[in-house]
């Protein structure tokens, strides 16, 4: 899941001169995560047309990433034509995604991380997409996603009664790889030492 979030309004209206708006969700995580389903779609309808804006029409994409037809999207949304630009509610493969086939897009949240859902709880920041996962050796925590230095090796020393010194309101993410592994008995991977990230993997 990509965890995204909402932009302040004030923020989207700086950027969004155009006058004629269609709306775009995305149902995948950005409904999930009530940032960018039909309610929030619908909310911020209501506050662009406050702001003098004319809504020409919205959708929510079943997920606003992956588009197999954009002539089916057109045809089933004629205010997409009769729009002079774009607002998609979704992360930014979305708004990428829309791109391609429209002119004018503007991004309507800001993406945070790649995280998950567990229960109905929402987990950020689960994952680096370093293209070279080892997160096995970590008891199951990504460092490279959870610790705010992205150390493969750690702790940095720089943390204060389990939390992180470069956000306090923050735990360890070495701290609590430490308590996993520990869990896990399987403390001796902290003494591996692992190679800087070869980031060319990340492209395949």
Known sequence: MIISRQKKTSEILRALKEKNIFIIGCGKC????????EPEVLEMGKKLKKAGKTITGWTVLSSACTIPSWNEVLSQNPGIKKSDALLVMSCGAGVAAVSRFANT?????????LGGMCDEEIMEEQCGMCGECTVWMYGGICPIA?????????????????????DERNKCAWDAIYERLLKLRKLEYLEIIHEPKNHAKRRG
């Open 30 to 37: 950005a409904s999930k995560l009530h940032a960018g389903g």
């Open 105 to 113: 897009v503007y991004p309507a949240l800001d993406t945070a991380s």
């Open 146 to 166: 959870r610790c705010a230095k992205c150390l493969p090796n750690g702790p940095c020393g720089g943390a204060v009664d389990g939390k992180c010194e470069v």
